[in-house]
């Protein structure tokens, strides 16, 4: 395996497109600007980053988050009660739906979506349960220039209220809703975004929430949208991360897209989620 060194970072990228972990720092230990500031550009470079061996409190997690951007509240589950920037990601034994177990971007249908999302593991099933995660700078540098020009004259309907990603939210919503949690969100976002810090750019579109183009119907925009969304989870675009207690995931939710995997039945799976203030898609 590759290995690259950032400061004290010992970075191992994951996959060809996407992904690295990173190894020799405890977060535990309040990290300095100076290595912040280097976690920063490996996410950038990566998309998306892991940490091992990091069993944070609620407390330290929240501060860690904090030290890479703004704390923003999910509107639809509440946080935990001492933490409520804190969200539960959890599946039960006896439940059949993952939170979230579809391919999607975070919080889409908003007209800001957060810039990151992190997750420290808490409680794991014996097997199953990985998350998979999804470069949307390879799936549009792997388009035609016929299609690069034309998806980038159109924008995209996001709703909350797409079925598929709604059955994913019902338990936690009936034990842990919000007073927005029945109210359907809608955002119209550009197809290709352009990363406001790398300016790279990205398909931004997800089958959890994207419905149709804007001046589209839903049925003229089906067909390409099928097209976009096998396209965006090819293999070569992706990586797969297999989770420990206290192993930590932040990914920039601008560029990546991520779906838990949801084949643990009969099992508990806890991990903590804190999302980051994003800025609005141009």
């Known amino acids: 395996m590759t290995t690259e060194t950032t400061l004290a970072l010992d970075v191992r990228p994951m996959a060809g497109a996407i992904g690295a972990e990173i190894h020799g720092v405890d977060l535990t230990q309040t990290p300095s600007d100076e290595l912040i500031q280097a976690i920063r550009d490996v996410w950038l470079s990566y998309g998306v980053i892991f940490f091992r061996d990091q069993p944070l409190a609620p407390a330290q997690f929240q501060a860690f988050a904090e030290q890479l951007g703004d704390v923003v509240e999910y509107p639809f589950v509440k946080g935990l009660p001492d933490h409520p920037m804190i969200i539960p ?17 975070d919080t889409a249908y908003l007209a800001a979506p957060p810039m990151a999302t992190l997750l420290v593991a808490r409680e794991l099933p014996p097997k199953g349960g ?3 995660f ?7 540098e792997a388009l035609s220039p016929g299609l690069q ?8 309907a996001n709703s909350s209220a797409k ?10 919503v009936a ?3 919000t007073e927005k949690a029945n109210q359907p ?11 406001p810090e790398t300016g790279r750019r990205t398909l931004y579109v997800n089958p959890a929430h994207t419905t149709h183009f804007v001046g589209w119907t839903e049925k003229e925009s089906q067909g390409l949208l099928d097209f976009l969304f096998a396209h965006q989870v090819k293999p070569e675009f992706t990586c797969r991360f297999s989770w420990q207690p206290g192993s930590i995931a932040l990914w920039d939710n601008r560029c990546v897209l991520h779906n838990p995997i949801n084949d643990y039945h009969g099992h508990k799976r806890l991990l903590h989620r804190i999302t980051l203030k994003g800025d609005t898609p141009r």
């Not at 079925?163 to 936690?172: G, H």
């Open 163 to 172: 079925a598929e990603v709604t059955k994913t939210r019902e338990d936690r």
């Open 149 to 156: 020009a034309t998806l980038s004259s159109l924008k995209a």
């Open 185 to 195: 969100l809608v955002g119209e976002h550009p197809v290709i975004r352009t990363h």
């Open 134 to 140: 999804a470069s949307g700078y390879a799936a549009y």
């Open 130 to 132: 990985d998350t998979m």
């Open 175 to 177: 034990d842990s809703a």
């Open 89 to 105: 990601v959890l599946k039960l034994p006896h439940e059949k739906h993952n939170f979230g177990g579809v391919w999607h971007t």
